[in-house]
């Protein structure tokens, strides 16, 4: 049982008859009696009476209860007590939701979706030689490209590409009485905006895939959208690989062109020297020149012997030893007017010494002019080589087909977003307006 509280002061009051308790003077003079405390078991009204409850001080209600103990309790947050009660609830959810309802099964009209995926490929030739190692390296996913292409599917360029090709405003405009989910717009920019709403691009960063839903009004427009977006993202990844081919062989290309002039150069000025020189190869003919000079030697050499015979065995005027003379004596002017064609300049033709050393210097420009061209057409085809390996394609695994059956709009899920959403919208602005009301 709780302690009872303590008494609280009194005016000065006589004590009662046959009272019990313990009296004080006041200083005014007045007599203060104070009540014994009751024993355990003892009522409140016994302690307002005195212990006999006949008499003493009564002991006030304020007094006996605790500070704050007198304020009323909160009374517990009821919807009835918000303004206009049931009818805010049915203005603010139902009303909405079944607005809702109503367009979305009278006036909404059916969105046929057609579905497509592909990837963007580069190829790449492996370096094992088995089956095996060839066709795992035999293309890989660029995330790049894939980036770049699903960007691209969402631009502008694409909305204005696939536009001219089908009138992407009449494809959407979808029936007349629809004017949340049709295309009511005039300008460029709005057809783009409507776009992304009816394009949409799924990534896998990982994989490279690309997953695109195209909504159209009509299966047939679906399907065309669809065939359309695919020629359009292969057109431009073909782009693509054309403008890494042009990028990766310029500077070849331009060594080719200059080892082929330099080439061309050094064979003209060979050319005009054999024409200035009636001869197609000096060399050989030096050779041969070299080997008609040995033989008049050797007939020199035989002549001179047979003249020495005879002038051993016969007179002087044998005519046969005047014979070999004259033999020996044209001998030697024929091998001196050959050695003078190697050695000494004549005025009617150039000496074989300087015509052999031009004739080398532009043998071997002409040899390191074809030297340089054959590495540059290596170098040309290494890099052609090398674009093609990059050569970039798309992949398609999944071709658009008819839709045969309408996929939207989700007319379920979307009226319990929208009842959900007035629900919330309802209950926050109470919350807020009894919050305000608790206050005031």
Same mark, same amino acid.
């Given at each position: 049982?709780?302690? *009872? ?8 009051? #006589? ?44 002991? *006030?209600?304020?007094?006996?209860? *605790? ?7 909160? #009374? ?9 009660? #049931? @009818? ?17 099964? =009278? ?6 979706? =057609? ?30 490209? &894939? ?91 073909? &782009?693509?690989?054309? &403008? ?56 020199? &050499? ?44 004549? *005025? ?19 040899? @390191? ?72």
């Amino acid at each position: 049982m709780p302690a *009872p509280p303590p008494p609280s002061r009194a005016a000065p009051q #006589p004590a009662a008859p046959g009272g019990s308790g313990r009296a004080l003077r006041s200083p005014r003079g007045g007599i203060l009696r104070f009540p014994e405390l009751p024993p355990q078991g003892a009522t409140d009204e016994g302690i307002a009476g005195g212990a006999d409850g006949t008499g003493g001080p009564a002991i *006030p209600e304020a007094a006996a209860a *605790p500070s704050g103990a007198g304020r009323a309790a909160r #009374p517990a947050i009821h919807w009835r007590r918000l303004p206009a009660g #049931p @009818v805010s609830l049915v203005l603010a959810v139902l009303l909405p939701v079944a607005l809702s309802a109503w367009y979305l099964w =009278a006036r909404a009209a059916d969105q046929y979706v =057609a579905h497509a995926g592909f990837s963007v490929r580069q190829e790449e030739a492996g370096t094992r030689p088995d089956l095996a190692a060839a066709l795992a390296g035999l293309s890989r996913a660029s995330s790049s490209d &894939t980036d770049i292409l699903r960007a691209f599917i969402r631009s502008r360029e694409m909305v204005a590409r696939v536009d001219a090709r089908l009138g992407l405003a009449a494809l959407w405009a979808g029936a007349a009485e629809d004017p949340v989910f049709a295309f009511r717009g005039t300008a460029r920019g709005d057809l783009a905006q409507y776009g992304r709403r009816m394009v949409h691009v799924s990534h896998d960063p990982g994989a490279g895939l690309i997953v695109l839903r195209l909504h159209a009004f009509t299966p047939e427009d679906a399907l065309a959208l669809a065939e359309a977006v695919l020629e359009e993202s292969a057109e431009i990844i073909n &782009t693509l690989s054309d &403008t890494a081919r042009a990028r990766a062989t310029p500077h070849a290309l331009a060594e080719r062109a200059a080892a082929e002039e330099r080439l061309l150069a050094a064979q003209e000025a060979l050319a005009r020297a054999r024409a200035e020189a009636r001869l197609r190869d000096p060399s050989a003919d030096a050779g041969a020149r070299a080997a008609l000079l040995a033989g008049l030697e050797v007939q020199l &050499t035989e002549a001179l012997v047979a003249a020495d015979l005879l002038r051993a065995t016969t007179r002087e005027s044998d005519p046969r030893l005047a014979q070999e003379e004259r033999r020996i004596t044209v001998l030697r002017a024929r091998i001196e007017d050959e050695r003078a064609r190697f050695g000494v300049a004549r *005025p009617e033709a150039e000496d074989y010494a300087t015509l052999l050393a031009r004739f080398e210097r532009l043998e071997l420009a002409r040899d @390191v002019a074809e030297e340089a061209w054959r590495a540059a057409l290596l170098a040309q085809e290494a890099a052609q080589a090398e674009a093609r390996r990059q050569t970039r394609h798309l992949a398609v695994h999944e071709r658009p087909a008819l839709p045969e059956r309408a996929e939207a709009p989700r007319r379920v899920l979307m009226l319990a977003a929208v009842a959900v959403a007035c629900f919330l919208l309802w209950a926050v602005a109470a919350l807020v307006w009894l919050s305000i009301r608790d206050r005031a």
